[in-house]
Each structure stands twice: as structure tokens, then as C-alpha cells.
């Protein structure tokens, strides 16, 4: 992870710039200036240090809209060198629109390769899921979170929300989980299940599929986590303990696909969506598109997160 | 006033208080104005006992409970709990996590109003369950067998428990706090005018059911009521309030037997004719 | 197309991209970017009041990269000036100190230094002048007062008098201080230096600095739908607009080196000062008005006026529990690039998501039917 030195686009990227037919001159390597970058730094250090603690940080505004990623993005520049290589993914996909505008901006304002290929890549940003691929601890997994507070729903306010935090006081969370769990007979919360952050922070995932928690826990990855319009960054060290929030009785389930197979790749036991098809039947594909590719392509891929 | 407290042979002068409060005040200023809710208020509850504090509307009663609870902040006075850093720590200087803790496992507050002391946006059973879930229950069948059983005793249909106290009777609302109060065995509960908001019909069952519970399972408790007739029934000692102040305290029958404060004898009075 | 083709994305951005520039620059009418200024001044102005950035050559070239809307136009500002460094603050200045072009009490009828009218549309009609869609002869377009729009507007008979004075313009709100009726001005700075919502992240509760800065920044329509539900009984926030005021305001700042204050421009504001409160009660008789303050850049009276309301409903000591009395609530939902992004996020993909809840559902179901047929 190199870090930003140079203050303007190197002669390549300007090339990039040349070629989407916009003067862009006025910006620095990575869009940010370099105190943006360095605040953010801090912050994800400090996130660093007390796990799945919200560190408040002075989110900029960026090039895109709030809530499409910028508190991601702002980690992910933040980061990037022009020797990495940097992957996003939305919903799996790194064929996304949105996920495809992200990496291009990346690489227009750093010279940094792009790469579709999960083990290859140095840094991911990602938008609501983990790669099935196992990553490394040379690896970063930055992920877009909409709400990084994870008692939102049952507390509305910041300052109290955090007060709670600060005294560990999570009664009510569980309240509305047994609350839950009486209404629906199970828990109901489907993407963004909270977690418990080494025995210490509830921890609000991003709207990952309950598929996607268990990599958490013990994983050889720093996992980084960008809010850019609530301006909270936090993070999962490599090796820390994380947990679904969970009842003796009433275990954490992840989703079960009874046997489907991705049609693309025909790799069973990964996540998949549904495409409706005509005449009601539907087609079922693996969410993460580069795991597809590989499995279909013959290459051998460690899932065993 | 204090000093007339000295003279009461304490119900079991062997133990050492539960509950020991000194020079109690509670002011309430505002630019222009200042009110004494109460003033100096001291007094100790033993294991076991059931303490009364009457007094009319304004004399303070209360704003002594408020204060326990730490629903508002004391001005002056202390109060020690023996379960709290072994009663030499005043829970007035507990910070805002032992204060959570206080009110959530060592102490509870039955209000006057159940909205007060309900969330009525969660069932029946999940208002019990909040202060086993505080208390680390983590097994949903044992939570809701605890808080069947507590439902049971507080007379509330064990069928009932998962639905929303907003659509209860105000007498039902009364037995759910009640059974609430009771989760976690606290070491003290506080009652703030437990029937006065419920139709006559109503409120006998409710004392009963608290006497009930005081003496099946010895709960200690400080009672707030205007009403002498609910500090008769569950009383074991009585302060009597007003303007502020303790003007006479006592065992409860000896203050109905003989009143000395003159305050005291109007009050009696009154219920008697 | 491919599954994962990423030339599938990328050319479909590169489509749109081209769809926008065609609606920005290949027409035969393009606009100038040197017309903002004069023809869509209050465009331009809510533009960089509400990207908090005072930049006309910069608002006019983001309202036409934005094809006129004044949210996109204020978020491409923001996204520019949040790169550029913070050299330093500027001494305080008072709206006392502004070159007045306008200034209206509603509370009083006569103010010292007088009522003055100004640039207003208050009282005109508003119909549509269709003569407008008309091409005219170059040298119509001008009133001779420098004015760009004068040509619809109706001549003064006499032209314009000079820019009066100052200090001719004493603050309607220093005499309800003299009088009593308002708290004086605190005679130090409350604070040494603002809080930079730019910078650092709100922290609840707020300090002024920081909440008048959200709320100068804040989208004028969302500001208007509060203050207007909080006179609507959401709130109880009728009050009095003391004063409102237009006008160019002095920036100073201290020299580096000598220390000494030194003018470095004017940005012209607008100010309101909304007189909220009344009633003194027997046990009260402090003075019981607050000031509500409103302030923004450029002309954007509408904002002004929101925001005096808003500040007076959260300075309120006796709350109704209305939204607008809530910092959290207001400040927290009234920027444009952060309400506009959010709720336009919609628009990605949710498949992971939706298959997780639909998941969710189908468990909840299979539990339903399974206690059914069982009892």
C-alpha cells in the first residue's frame, strides 16, 4: 500500500483522463488532498485498535453520491498506491454498473490496475458481500456500509446510540431480537445481521448475507469498514473473534439453497440469486461473478473461509 | 426528625440496613423561582420490611422515590445501598454505568402511570424479558418459562404474554410492571402510587396481590400513597410527609393507633370520619 | 452479453455519459456559462449557498454541467471544494458591518435608518410575460441601471440612488436588546474558532458554530418544508421577523504576519433575525425573546427565513417534542448531498440483499405451515 506522494495524476492516468474527454487537471493523486487522507489513515487505525468501535472521521464529499459508496471509496483512496490492484464488487459483481464506475475512478485519479480476479487483487471494495474466494493477510476487504450503526432501529438517536456503546448497554438489542423471535418464530434479520465484535461492540456488517458472516470471525483479512454520509469508519482485524447475535436455543442459520447449482459455473454451496425467467421458472447464478468464472473456467478455488 | 426514628424498635434490629438515606434534598430551581421537593429527608430500610411514605400531593413523598431510583438527580443528601459497593459508596456518585446497573438489577420502580414504567411497543413477555436479557439470559425457552412464572404470581394470564400491554386494562397494565419489577430479583422495590390510577374495583386485588408477594417472597420495599388505607395494609413503618419534610415516622400502626405530629392526626383523621 | 462482461458496464456508462454531454454542449442554443450569472442569479446562488462554496465562475459551470439542477449542480461544488486546503478562518463579521441592498422589519413599523425595499419579486404579479419567448433587438435588453433582467421590469422614474452608507443601517435586533426584551450580545466571541463541519463529523449536542454551518448549507426546499410544519403546530414556531437583511458582507482576515485585519473582499448574504418567544410569566421577567438566526450566500430569502425559524425552534427552552426542536432530526436530514445520494441508492442493485429477506421470508413460512399441519 503505497502511499500518495505525488500531487498530481501520473502521465498515465492523464492519458485515462484524455480519453473519457474531460479536463480533470484541477485534482490530486487520488482525488483527496493529502490531510484528507492522512485523517482517514488515523481513523482506520484507531478503528483498527478497537474493533468494531465506529471512529466519527471528517468524511469528504467525492465524486459520487453519498450512499453509493463514498465512505468505502474514501478508505479504498486512502489506501491505494499506483503499485495496487484493486477489484470492487457489487453484490458480488464486478460487472456492476456502479461497481464498474467506482474502479474506473479509482484508476483515473491513481494509475493503479484494475483487476477483476479476487486472489489477485491487493485491495477489494465491495458493496454487500464477501468474495466466497478465501482472501489473505496481505489482502483488504473494504466494504461500503449505508447505516454503520447497528442499534439504529431500535435507538434513532446518534449521541444515546452511542452512549450505549461506550456501557456495553445492549439489553434492548437483544429485546428486539427475543421480540423477534416471539413475532416471526426466528430471527428475522436477513443482510446486515449484527454481529458481536471481540465479546466487546455490536457491529453492524454492512447488509451482507447471513452467508457472508461467518468469514468474519478469524479471518487471516483486515476487513475495513467505510460509512461516508454517516462518517463512521470501523474495522475487523485479521484473527479477531466476530458473532451473529444469537439465542442457545435459537441458532444462527445462514441461507440454505437446497441443492440449487449456479448455473454459469455449476458450483454448488456458494451464494446464489434469482434471475425470474420466462414462463416462471427461474435461473439461479452465483452472486460472486470472478468465483463463477474461475469455477467454470476449471481453475481450483479455496472456499473454506 | 431524625431523631424520632431512633426511638422505633426496628423490625429486625439484628441486620444492618438495606437501604440507608441521608439528609435527602431535592431542589428544583429556575430562574426566579425555587422549589424544595423535599429537604433532609433520612431514613433506613431493613431486610424484608415494607417502609410507607405519606403524605398529600406536593409533600415531596414522590420525589424521594424519583430521587432513589435516580429518575432525577438529588441535589444534596446521600443514600446507601447495601448491595452497591458494600454501602460505603453513595449510589448518587454512580456513574452512568452503575447507575444502569443499579436500576436494572438491584433496584426496580413501579409507577403510577404503567406507561412510565412499561414500553408498551413490546409485549407483555419481552417487558420481563428486558431485565432477564440485561442479566445475560441467553436461552429464550428458559426466559419465557421466568417470565410465565412471574406473570403467574402477579395473577396476569400466562396467555396473554405475548401480546401488547397497550390493550390491557389499566389493572392488568399494574400486574405486568409489577412482575417486571419483580424479574431478577431485585434487592428493593420502589412503588409509587401503585393503585391511585385504577378503579376501586380494581385496586384492592392489586394490594392484595402485593401483600401477597411480600410475604411469600419477602420483598423489601418503600411504598409511596396518599391513601393511609394502602399504607395500613402493606406497611410494616410509616413516614409521613410534608412540605418537604418527615414530620413523624413510626411503626405503621402505632402512627394510626396514636398519632403525635398534629399534620398526622388531621390525616387520620380524615380516614377515620 | 457475456456474464460478467465488464465491457457491458462500462459501455453502458460511457453511453449515458454521452447522452448527458449531448443535453450539456451539442445543441444549437448552447448555454454560456458566462449567462449564469445574470439570468439564473438565483439559481446560481442557491447552488452555492447550499454547496458552501462562494464561486460564481464555478456555480455557473456546475449548473450547466448539471443541465440546471440546482441539487446535482450544489453536490459537483461540494465534491470540488472538500479537495481544496483550509488556509485559515476569517476574522467574525457582523451583519452590521454589511452593505445593505435591501432590509425589512416586519415587526416594527419604522426602524432607525428605514425600511428599504430593494430587489424584490413580494410585490409583483406573477404572471407569465409571454413577450419574454421573443427575440429582441440587443439594445432593449438593457435599463440602463446595469441591471440584466431590467427589461421586464417596471422602470423606476427616477434612477436608482446611490448605495447608501453602512452604518446608516443599525440592527433591529440591537434594539430589542437596548430595550430588554432579548439577552445582550455576548461580549467575547463564544468560540475561539468554528467547528468545521467539513472537517470533523457532528457531535451531539452540537456547538452554534457547527449547527448554523449545517444549517447554511442545508437544501433550501427540505428547510422551507420544516420551518413551514413547524408554523403549522409541528412545533409552534410563529415568531417575527425582526429583520431581514441583504447585502454584501465584508470578509476580513487577520494578516499573517502583522496580525493587522484587512478587507479581502465582500460576499453578498442574506440575513434573517427571527424574534421568537414572548410571554413572560410572573416568576420570569428576564428577557424572554430569543433571537432565531438565519444566514446564507448570495439571495435566497426563502432559506434565510427557513433557517432563523429552525435555529429559533432549536434554541427553544420549553420543547413540544416536535421534529424541528430536534437537532438530530433537523440537522441530520437536511443536506442535499447526503439526503439526495441515500434515498437515490435505491437505484443500485439490492439481488444479495433481497435474496437474504426473501430467504427470511420463506423460513418464516415453512415455520407457519409446519405448526399448522402439526397442530
Given at each position: 500500500m503505497a502511499s500518495a506522494t505525488t500531487d498530481r495524476p501520473s502521465s498515465s492516468v492523464r492519458g485515462l483522463i484524455a480519453e473519457r474527454g474531460g479536463d480533470f487537471s484541477g485534482y490530486s493523486f487520488a482525488f483527496l488532498d493529502d490531510m484528507a487522507k492522512r485523517e482517514i489513515r488515523r481513523a482506520t487505525l484507531k478503528a483498527v485498535a478497537i474493533p468494531g468501535h465506529q471512529v466519527p472521521f471528517g468524511s469528504r464529499e467525492m465524486p459520487i453520491a453519498r450512499g453509493w459508496g463514498t465512505g468505502g471509496l474514501q478508505l479504498t483512496l486512502s489506501l491505494v498506491g499506483s503499485e495496487d490492484r484493486v477489484k470492487v464488487i457489487d453484490q458480488g459483481d464486478d460487472a456492476s454498473v456502479n461497481a464498474v464506475n467506482l474502479r474506473r475512478l479509482v484508476a483515473q485519479m491513481t494509475g493503479a490496475e484494475e483487476t477483476l480476479d479476487t486472489a489477485e487483487a491487493t485491495l477489494i471494495q465491495t458493496r454487500h458481500r464477501i468474495p466466497e474466494e478465501v482472501m489473505r493477510d496481505d489482502q483488504i476487504l473494504i466494504f461500503q456500509v449505508p447505516i454503520p450503526e447497528p442499534l439504529r432501529f431500535i435507538e434513532r438517536s446518534v449521541a444515546v446510540a452511542r452512549g450505549m456503546h461506550a456501557e456495553q448497554d445492549y439489553s434492548r438489542m437483544w429485546l428486539a431480537l427475543?421480540?423477534?423471535?416471539?413475532?416471526?418464530?426466528?430471527?428475522?434479520?436477513?443482510?446486515?445481521?449484527?454481529?458481536?465484535?471481540n465479546s466487546r461492540f455490536i457491529m453492524a456488517p454492512s447488509p451482507i448475507p447471513r452467508w457472508d458472516i461467518p468469514k468474519l470471525n478469524q479471518a487471516d483479512t483486515l476487513f475495513l469498514f467505510g460509512a461516508g454520509r454517516e462518517k463512521r469508519i470501523y474495522a475487523v482485524p485479521p484473527h479477531t473473534d466476530v458473532r451473529p447475535l444469537e439465542f442457545e436455543d435459537y441458532a444462527f442459520k445462514t441461507e440454505e439453497f437446497d441443492g440449487l447449482a449456479c448455473e454459469v459455473s455449476g458450483a454448488t454451496d456458494v451464494y446464489l440469486v434469482e434471475s425470474p425467467g420466462e414462463n416462471g421458472t427461474s435461473r439461479w447464478t452465483a452472486s460472486d461473478t470472478n468465483y463463477a468464472d474461475k469455477v467454470a473456467a476449471g481453475i481450483e478455488v479455496n472456499k473454506q473461509w | 426528625m431524625v431523631a424520632e426514628q431512633t426511638q422505633v424498635p426496628e423490625p429486625s434490629a439484628s441486620s444492618e440496613p438495606l437501604l440507608r438515606v441521608r439528609d435527602l434534598t431535592k431542589i428544583y430551581e429556575s430562574p426566579g423561582q425555587r422549589i424544595v421537593a423535599c429537604e433532609d429527608v433520612s431514613f433506613d430500610v431493613y431486610p424484608g420490611e415494607v417502609l410507607g411514605i405519606v403524605g398529600e400531593s406536593g409533600s415531596g413523598k414522590s420525589t424521594v422515590l424519583q430521587c432513589l431510583f435516580q429518575d432525577v438527580e438529588a441535589t444534596s443528601g446521600q443514600a446507601f445501598l447495601r448491595s452497591f459497593e458494600d454501602g460505603e459508596r453513595s449510589i448518587f456518585d454512580a456513574d452512568r454505568r452503575e447507575r444502569r446497573e443499579l436500576r436494572t438489577h438491584q433496584m426496580a420502580m413501579v409507577y403510577q402511570n404503567p406507561r412510565m414504567g412499561l414500553n408498551l411497543m413490546v409485549t407483555a413477555g419481552g417487558n420481563i424479558a428486558e431485565r432477564l436479557l440485561a442479566a445475560d439470559w441467553r436461552r429464550v425457552d428458559e426466559i419465557r418459562d421466568k417470565a410465565s412464572d412471574y406473570l403467574s404470581r402477579t395473577e396476569v394470564p400466562v396467555d396473554r404474554m405475548d401480546d401488547f400491554p397497550a390493550f390491557f386494562s389499566g389493572g392488568m397494565q399494574q400486574r405486568v410492571q409489577i412482575a417486571k419489577a419483580l424479574a431478577n430479583n431485585p434487592e428493593l422495590v420502589l412503588l409509587d402510587e401503585l393503585t391511585t390510577g385504577l378503579d376501586v374495583s380494581v385496586q384492592a386485588g392489586v394490594l392484595d396481590l402485593v401483600r401477597d408477594i411480600q410475604r411469600i417472597y419477602g420483598m423489601t420495599a418503600v411504598i409511596v400513597s396518599h391513601d393511609l388505607g394502602v399504607i395500613r395494609l402493606l406497611a410494616d413503618r410509616t413516614l409521613v410527609m410534608k412540605d418537604g419534610h418527615v414530620v413523624e415516622s413510626g411503626l405503621t400502626d402505632q402512627i394510626l393507633e396514636d398519632p403525635q405530629h398534629e399534620y398526622t392526626q388531621l390525616l387520620v383523621n380524615c380516614v377515620t370520619n | 452479453m457475456g456474464y460478467s462482461s465488464v465491457r457491458g458496464g462500462l459501455e453502458a456508462i460511457?453511453?449515458?455519459?454521452?447522452?448527458?454531454?449531448?443535453?450539456?454542449?451539442?445543441?444549437?442554443?448552447?448555454?454560456?456559462?458566462?449567462?449564469?450569472?445574470?439570468?439564473?442569479?438565483?439559481?446560481?446562488?442557491?447552488?452555492?449557498?447550499?454547496?458552501?462554496?462562494?464561486?460564481?465562475?464555478?456555480?455557473?459551470?456546475?449548473?450547466?454541467?448539471?443541465?440546471?439542477?440546482?441539487?446535482?449542480a450544489g453536490f459537483l461544488l461540494r465534491a470540488y471544494r472538500t479537495t481544496l486546503p483550509r488556509l485559515g478562518y476569517s476574522v467574525p463579521s457582523s451583519g452590521r458591518d454589511t452593505r445593505v441592498l435591501r432590509r425589512i422589519s416586519s415587526a416594527f413599523r419604522d426602524i432607525p435608518g428605514g425600511q428599504l425595499l430593494g430587489k424584490t419579486r413580494d410585490y409583483t404579479q406573477r404572471l407569465i410575460d409571454f413577450g419574454l419567448g421573443q427575440k429582441r433587438a440587443p439594445s432593449e435588453g438593457s435599463n440602463g441601471t446595469g441591471e440584466v433582467n431590467g427589461a421586464h421590469a417596471t422602470q423606476p422614474a427616477e434612477p436608482l440612488a446611490p448605495l447608501p452608507d453602512e452604518d446608516e443601517f443599525p440592527l433591529v435586533i440591537d434594539v430589542l436588546r437596548a430595550e430588554g426584551y432579548m439577552a445582550p450580545e455576548p461580549s467575547e466571541p463564544v468560540e475561539d474558532e468554528p467547528f468545521d463541519v467539513t472537517r470533523?463529523?457532528?457531535?451531539?449536542?452540537?456547538?452554534?458554530?457547527?449547527?448554523?454551518?449545517?444549517?447554511?448549507?442545508?437544501?433550501?426546499?427540505?428547510?422551507?418544508?420544516?420551518?413551514?410544519?413547524?408554523?403549522?403546530?409541528?412545533?409552534?414556531?410563529?415568531g417575527y421577523i425582526g429583520e431581514l437583511r441583504q447585502g454584501d458582507l465584508p470578509v476580513v482576515i487577520s494578516h499573517p504576519v502583522t496580525g493587522k485585519h484587512a478587507r479581502i473582499g465582500r460576499v453578498p448574504v442574506t440575513e434573517s433575525y427571527q424574534v421568537v418567544g414572548g410571554q413572560a410569566t410572573k416568576a420570569?421577567?428576564?428577557?424572554?425573546?430569543?433571537?432565531?438566526?438565519?444566514?446564507?450566500?448570495?439571495?435566497?430569502?426563502?432559506?434565510?427565513i427557513s433557517m432563523s425559524i429552525i435555529d429559533g425552534s432549536l434554541k427553544k427552552e420549553h420543547k413540544t417534542g416536535a421534529s424541528i426542536e430536534d437537532e438530530e432530526y433537523v440537522l441530520h436530514h437536511i443536506d442535499a448531498v447526503e439526503a439526495m445520494g441515500f434515498v437515490e441508492h435505491l437505484k443500485l442493485p439490492h439481488y444479495v440483499d433481497f435474496q437474504a429477506s426473501l430467504q427470511r421470508t420463506n423460513s418464516v413460512r415453512k415455520l407457519v405451515q409446519a405448526a399448522r399441519s402439526n397442530g
Amino acid at each position: 500500500m503505497a502511499s500518495a506522494t505525488t500531487d498530481r495524476p501520473s502521465s498515465s492516468v492523464r492519458g485515462l483522463i484524455a480519453e473519457r474527454g474531460g479536463d480533470f487537471s484541477g485534482y490530486s493523486f487520488a482525488f483527496l488532498d493529502d490531510m484528507a487522507k492522512r485523517e482517514i489513515r488515523r481513523a482506520t487505525l484507531k478503528a483498527v485498535a478497537i474493533p468494531g468501535h465506529q471512529v466519527p472521521f471528517g468524511s469528504r464529499e467525492m465524486p459520487i453520491a453519498r450512499g453509493w459508496g463514498t465512505g468505502g471509496l474514501q478508505l479504498t483512496l486512502s489506501l491505494v498506491g499506483s503499485e495496487d490492484r484493486v477489484k470492487v464488487i457489487d453484490q458480488g459483481d464486478d460487472a456492476s454498473v456502479n461497481a464498474v464506475n467506482l474502479r474506473r475512478l479509482v484508476a483515473q485519479m491513481t494509475g493503479a490496475e484494475e483487476t477483476l480476479d479476487t486472489a489477485e487483487a491487493t485491495l477489494i471494495q465491495t458493496r454487500h458481500r464477501i468474495p466466497e474466494e478465501v482472501m489473505r493477510d496481505d489482502q483488504i476487504l473494504i466494504f461500503q456500509v449505508p447505516i454503520p450503526e447497528p442499534l439504529r432501529f431500535i435507538e434513532r438517536s446518534v449521541a444515546v446510540a452511542r452512549g450505549m456503546h461506550a456501557e456495553q448497554d445492549y439489553s434492548r438489542m437483544w429485546l428486539a431480537l427475543y421480540e423477534d423471535i416471539v413475532r416471526r418464530g426466528e430471527i428475522s434479520a436477513g443482510a446486515g445481521y449484527p454481529v458481536m465484535v471481540n465479546s466487546r461492540f455490536i457491529m453492524a456488517p454492512s447488509p451482507i448475507p447471513r452467508w457472508d458472516i461467518p468469514k468474519l470471525n478469524q479471518a487471516d483479512t483486515l476487513f475495513l469498514f467505510g460509512a461516508g454520509r454517516e462518517k463512521r469508519i470501523y474495522a475487523v482485524p485479521p484473527h479477531t473473534d466476530v458473532r451473529p447475535l444469537e439465542f442457545e436455543d435459537y441458532a444462527f442459520k445462514t441461507e440454505e439453497f437446497d441443492g440449487l447449482a449456479c448455473e454459469v459455473s455449476g458450483a454448488t454451496d456458494v451464494y446464489l440469486v434469482e434471475s425470474p425467467g420466462e414462463n416462471g421458472t427461474s435461473r439461479w447464478t452465483a452472486s460472486d461473478t470472478n468465483y463463477a468464472d474461475k469455477v467454470a473456467a476449471g481453475i481450483e478455488v479455496n472456499k473454506q473461509w | 426528625m431524625v431523631a424520632e426514628q431512633t426511638q422505633v424498635p426496628e423490625p429486625s434490629a439484628s441486620s444492618e440496613p438495606l437501604l440507608r438515606v441521608r439528609d435527602l434534598t431535592k431542589i428544583y430551581e429556575s430562574p426566579g423561582q425555587r422549589i424544595v421537593a423535599c429537604e433532609d429527608v433520612s431514613f433506613d430500610v431493613y431486610p424484608g420490611e415494607v417502609l410507607g411514605i405519606v403524605g398529600e400531593s406536593g409533600s415531596g413523598k414522590s420525589t424521594v422515590l424519583q430521587c432513589l431510583f435516580q429518575d432525577v438527580e438529588a441535589t444534596s443528601g446521600q443514600a446507601f445501598l447495601r448491595s452497591f459497593e458494600d454501602g460505603e459508596r453513595s449510589i448518587f456518585d454512580a456513574d452512568r454505568r452503575e447507575r444502569r446497573e443499579l436500576r436494572t438489577h438491584q433496584m426496580a420502580m413501579v409507577y403510577q402511570n404503567p406507561r412510565m414504567g412499561l414500553n408498551l411497543m413490546v409485549t407483555a413477555g419481552g417487558n420481563i424479558a428486558e431485565r432477564l436479557l440485561a442479566a445475560d439470559w441467553r436461552r429464550v425457552d428458559e426466559i419465557r418459562d421466568k417470565a410465565s412464572d412471574y406473570l403467574s404470581r402477579t395473577e396476569v394470564p400466562v396467555d396473554r404474554m405475548d401480546d401488547f400491554p397497550a390493550f390491557f386494562s389499566g389493572g392488568m397494565q399494574q400486574r405486568v410492571q409489577i412482575a417486571k419489577a419483580l424479574a431478577n430479583n431485585p434487592e428493593l422495590v420502589l412503588l409509587d402510587e401503585l393503585t391511585t390510577g385504577l378503579d376501586v374495583s380494581v385496586q384492592a386485588g392489586v394490594l392484595d396481590l402485593v401483600r401477597d408477594i411480600q410475604r411469600i417472597y419477602g420483598m423489601t420495599a418503600v411504598i409511596v400513597s396518599h391513601d393511609l388505607g394502602v399504607i395500613r395494609l402493606l406497611a410494616d413503618r410509616t413516614l409521613v410527609m410534608k412540605d418537604g419534610h418527615v414530620v413523624e415516622s413510626g411503626l405503621t400502626d402505632q402512627i394510626l393507633e396514636d398519632p403525635q405530629h398534629e399534620y398526622t392526626q388531621l390525616l387520620v383523621n380524615c380516614v377515620t370520619n | 452479453m457475456g456474464y460478467s462482461s465488464v465491457r457491458g458496464g462500462l459501455e453502458a456508462i460511457g453511453h449515458a455519459e454521452q447522452l448527458i454531454a449531448g443535453a450539456v454542449t451539442d445543441t444549437d442554443h448552447e448555454v454560456g456559462v458566462e449567462q449564469v450569472p445574470g439570468h439564473l442569479e438565483l439559481l446560481l446562488d442557491q447552488v452555492m449557498g447550499e454547496g458552501g462554496l462562494y464561486d460564481p465562475q464555478l456555480g455557473a459551470l456546475a449548473v450547466k454541467q448539471a443541465e440546471g439542477d440546482p441539487l446535482e449542480a450544489g453536490f459537483l461544488l461540494r465534491a470540488y471544494r472538500t479537495t481544496l486546503p483550509r488556509l485559515g478562518y476569517s476574522v467574525p463579521s457582523s451583519g452590521r458591518d454589511t452593505r445593505v441592498l435591501r432590509r425589512i422589519s416586519s415587526a416594527f413599523r419604522d426602524i432607525p435608518g428605514g425600511q428599504l425595499l430593494g430587489k424584490t419579486r413580494d410585490y409583483t404579479q406573477r404572471l407569465i410575460d409571454f413577450g419574454l419567448g421573443q427575440k429582441r433587438a440587443p439594445s432593449e435588453g438593457s435599463n440602463g441601471t446595469g441591471e440584466v433582467n431590467g427589461a421586464h421590469a417596471t422602470q423606476p422614474a427616477e434612477p436608482l440612488a446611490p448605495l447608501p452608507d453602512e452604518d446608516e443601517f443599525p440592527l433591529v435586533i440591537d434594539v430589542l436588546r437596548a430595550e430588554g426584551y432579548m439577552a445582550p450580545e455576548p461580549s467575547e466571541p463564544v468560540e475561539d474558532e468554528p467547528f468545521d463541519v467539513t472537517r470533523e463529523p457532528l457531535r451531539f449536542p452540537t456547538r452554534r458554530s457547527a449547527r448554523l454551518q449545517v444549517l447554511a448549507r442545508g437544501e433550501t426546499g427540505a428547510m422551507l418544508s420544516l420551518a413551514y410544519a413547524g408554523m403549522r403546530g409541528y412545533g409552534g414556531a410563529h415568531g417575527y421577523i425582526g429583520e431581514l437583511r441583504q447585502g454584501d458582507l465584508p470578509v476580513v482576515i487577520s494578516h499573517p504576519v502583522t496580525g493587522k485585519h484587512a478587507r479581502i473582499g465582500r460576499v453578498p448574504v442574506t440575513e434573517s433575525y427571527q424574534v421568537v418567544g414572548g410571554q413572560a410569566t410572573k416568576a420570569d421577567e428576564r428577557p424572554d425573546y430569543t433571537m432565531g438566526y438565519g444566514i446564507v450566500t448570495g439571495r435566497n430569502e426563502r432559506k434565510a427565513i427557513s433557517m432563523s425559524i429552525i435555529d429559533g425552534s432549536l434554541k427553544k427552552e420549553h420543547k413540544t417534542g416536535a421534529s424541528i426542536e430536534d437537532e438530530e432530526y433537523v440537522l441530520h436530514h437536511i443536506d442535499a448531498v447526503e439526503a439526495m445520494g441515500f434515498v437515490e441508492h435505491l437505484k443500485l442493485p439490492h439481488y444479495v440483499d433481497f435474496q437474504a429477506s426473501l430467504q427470511r421470508t420463506n423460513s418464516v413460512r415453512k415455520l407457519v405451515q409446519a405448526a399448522r399441519s402439526n397442530g
